[in-house]
């Protein structure tokens, strides 16, 4: 009886490693500018991304993570338990959105649209760099409208 049990438990400690292993080696695929959920096996007292550029992690609790797509690239997320132990080593790879668009080279210029229905100019890695600035200053005055429009009087 006794090695039963022995040779359970360690049945179930090498099944756990390949378990995780195989989690390791797995990619995590998200889009740029949009967020995706990433659960965790188990509480993760730190979480690391090795370049922040590329993509960030914000924890909502211990087990769930949301993975955000900043621009296009690969990079690694790292989470540890409290002890330091590692629960979970991933490939983070942030990919171009899957819509409609158009992008438009005119000389050296790059200019990016996104079409649904008709076709609106969005700011894109890679654009001309005055076409580019003027779209995030417009989005920048449109969200702080929106935040002044929700603040209560």
Do not use: W
Not at 93 to 118: F, H, N
Request: a neutral charge; glycine letters at 8%.
């Amino acid at each position: 009886m006794f090695r039963i049990a022995v040779f359970a438990l360690a049945f179930s400690f090498l099944f756990s490693l390949s378990v995780q292993a195989g989690e390791e080696k797995e990619n995590f695929t998200v889009e740029v500018d949009k967020a995706k959920v990433m659960r965790l096996p188990r509480a993760a007292s730190t979480v690391i991304v090795g370049n922040p550029a590329i993509a960030d992690a914000a924890v909502h609790d211990g087990r769930i993570l949301f993975i955000t797509g900043k621009i296009y690239g690969n990079t690694n997320i790292i989470a540890l338990d409290a002890r330091g132990n590692t629960i979970l080593e991933r490939t983070i790879s942030v990919e171009a959105p899957k819509m409609a668009a158009i992008t438009y080279y005119r000389g050296g210029l790059q200019r990016s649209y996104t079409c649904a229905g008709s076709c609106e100019p969005t700011p894109s890695i890679g654009d001309d760099k005055d076409q580019f600035e003027m779209l995030l200053k417009q989005q920048k005055g449109k969200t702080e409208q929106g935040k002044a429009a929700a603040q209560p009087e």
